[in-house]
Structures are given as structure tokens and as C-alpha cells.
């Protein structure tokens, strides 16, 4: 059975048939999965490694590292990864965590994707927030859709084992340089692919991100036009434009959660291994220990009200995948996953 792997801009797979798909979605391989492979055993499971010339880098990826860039991309310079459908028109179904309400059926941008790959998705969007719950429920069913994404931070339990009994292999369609019949899949760092080894076999399709912060906060430039308003560009400046179009009695608040955002705002560094920094003096500080960590909490405070009780702890990814949640207020924020707050901002 021949999966039929549809390569765009960003990658997607399906298996036509048999045994479904893996996307390990996230950062570092925190979990323990039984039975994998590693060292001179596990780079005979590795796609061979293609640079992408989609777009030339002002500073070009070294030692697994990001490309760079210090502006905006020429859109018209930009090449074609794949000039040509690699998807033969089958069905088939993705299961993924999704945050905010999601996208109806047939909306243009997953139109567009069916037509410039060739393929016809289902997507299953699942609550971002709950997604372990109902992850775990469906690997353990008999009815698991062609392809299934699994961040991370849920590859906990039995997740792995589940992996294991009932995802395919993908060598023998992606090993080595079998991967360059797809352009994109070759653009993912060899290192990425370990990630998606289980049971000895490669069984998962990496979706690496890079180190660089992806939280931004997004504005209703509609609503920003039509009340001629400026946009702020200095975390004060929106503080100040924030008190003075939010009426709580008219419904009408400026923002959602700034608690992410706050963080790249303030040049945070991100949680886990990235969090650490050696200092001139080799002192070892991590991110909550440094100035930085101080003033973006101080700041996100003073964009809510009534000031935050005691709340639970976000279940927020390491790494990798990310939404934008919608508000009914004039900016929209973009957070990453994380669980409901139900403070709206009204700044003091």
C-alpha cells in the first residue's frame, strides 16, 4: 500500500488506505517511546536531508539551525517547491488539536490547499484544550483517521506504545533519498525526523518550528480603519489606546489574553531548554530569573481587570503549534494553546 504524500509549502501527508499517518507536532523529545531507535541504527531510518530554495535566506540555516531573515520575502522571487500535484484526488482524514472556533467546511483557504496538492481532506479539528482526553480515546479505538497529529507535549503514557501497534512504517517510501521525490519532507532537518522513530520504524512526519518566539498579537485592521485609530507601537502606547477604547458596559474590550504575547514583547526567551542563558560572567539564569520575565508580567497586568485570581496552570505547548483565538473586542491576539480565560482586558 503506497501512501500518496502531498508536498506544499508546508507538508502534509496521507496514506491511501492501511495503516494510518503520525505528525509529531512540537519541541523537544521530552517522552519516552518504548522500542525506539537511536544512533548508527536509527540514521539508517532518516530522510535524506535538501535544503529548501523556496526562498534565499539573509542568513542561511547552520548546524540545524533556522533560516534568517531581516525583512520581508519578495513574494515574486519566491520559487516552486513543487510545481506539480502529487495527490491523486483520494479522501482521506486529518485529525488535529485546534484553538478558537474552527474553520468551517469548504472555506477558501482549505480549498485552495485541495487544489494546489491534489488531495480531498476531512479535517477532524479537536479542542486544543482537551486534545490529550480525546487522543488517547481514539488511538485506543479501532477507528483512527489516515492521518493524526500528535503534539509533543501529549506523547505521554501510552501514547508511544499506541503509535507503535498502529501507524505505519514510512522507510520504505522515505528513507534516505526516497524523500527527495518530495521537496518539502526533504526541506525538514534530518535530526527532526528522530522525533517520528518508534518501534525501530519511522512512523511520524516531524513538524519542527523554529527557536524564534511565533506569538504575535494580530488587530482588526477593519475596525482600526473605520475608528481612525493608530496603531500603538510601543507597550505603553497600547496601554493607553487599550483604556480608551475598552467600554465594559458597551461589551467592547480591546484585547484577549496578552499573557504569551507579553512575553515576546518583552524579549522573553521560550520555556524549556531555550530558556537557559550563560551570561558574560558564565553565570547559568533562566528566563523567569532575568528582568525581562518581571516586566512582562508587570505589564499584562495592568491590561486586565478585575487584577487575576488564583488560576489553573496553562497547558501550553513547548514548541511548534500555535492558533489565533478571536475576540469580539478590536485587536485579536494570537495565543498558543492554552486553557480559556475568562478575564478580558480593561486597563487601570
Known amino acids: 500500500m503506497t501512501p500518496n504524500v502531498a508536498s506544499m509549502s508546508v507538508a502534509a501527508a496521507a496514506g491511501a488506505g492501511g495503516m494510518p499517518l503520525l505528525a509529531a507536532c512540537g ?3 521530552s517522552g519516552s517511546r518504548e522500542g525506539t531507535t537511536s544512533g548508527k541504527a536509527a540514521d539508517k531510518l ?13 542568513l542561511p540555516a547552520k548546524n540545524g539551525s533556522a533560516a534568517g531573515y531581516t525583512g520581508k520575502v519578495d513574494l515574486a522571487a519566491l520559487a516552486t517547491s513543487v510545481p506539480y500535484k502529487l495527490g491523486t484526488g483520494a479522501s482521506f482524514k486529518i485529525m488535529s488539536p485546534f484553538w478558537g472556533a474552527p474553520p468551517k467546511p469548504k472555506n477558501p483557504y482549505y480549498t485552495a490547499l485541495d487544489a494546489a496538492a491534489g488531495t480531498k481532506v476531512t479535517w477532524q479539528n479537536q479542542d486544543g484544550n482537551t486534545y490529550g482526553e480525546k487522543l488517547g480515546a481514539v488511538l485506543a479505538s479501532s477507528s483512527i483517521p489516515d492521518m493524526v497529529v500528535v503534539p509533543s507535549w501529549e506523547l505521554v503514557g501510552k501514547i508511544s506504545n499506541a503509535v507503535t501497534a498502529k501507524f505505519m512504517d514510512l522507510g520504505p517510501y522515505l528513507a534516505g533519498d526516497k524523500v527527495k521525490k518530495y521537496p518539502n519532507l526533504a526541506a525538514i532537518p534530518s535530526d527532526a525526523w528522530r522525533m517520528g522513530i518508534f518501534g525501530g520504524a519511522l512512523r511520524g512526519i516531524p513538524i519542527p518550528s523554529a527557536a524564534a518566539t511565533f506569538i504575535v498579537p494580530y488587530y482588526r485592521k477593519d475596525i482600526v480603519d473605520e475608528k481612525g485609530w493608530s496603531v500603538p507601537k510601543s507597550p505603553e502606547a497600547f496601554l493607553s489606546w487599550a483604556k480608551d477604547v475598552t467600554s465594559a458596559k458597551a461589551k467592547v474590550y480591546a484585547c484577549g489574553d496578552m499573557s504569551w504575547s507579553s512575553q515576546a514583547i518583552f524579549g522573553v526567551r521560550p520555556a524549556g531548554t531555550l530558556g537557559w542563558n550563560i551570561g558574560d560572567d558564565g553565570k547559568l539564569t533562566y528566563r ?27 497547558t501550553a505547548p513547548r514548541s511548534g503549534c500555535s492558533s489565533t483565538t478571536a475576540s469580539r473586542a478590536p485587536t485579536t491576539p494570537s495565543r498558543t494553546a492554552s486553557r480559556p480565560r475568562t478575564t478580558w482586558a480593561t486597563p487601570r
Do not use: H, M
Open 288 to 314: 523567569i530569573e532575568e528582568p525581562a520575565f518581571l516586566e512582562a508580567l508587570a505589564w499584562v497586568r495592568r491590561t486586565r481587570w478585575p487584577p487575576p485570581t488564583s488560576r489553573p496552570r496553562p
Open 27 to 29: 519541541g523537544s523529545d
Open 46 to 58: 532518516l530522510p535524506t536531508y535538501v535544503g529548501s530554495k523556496v526562498a534565499q535566506p539573509v
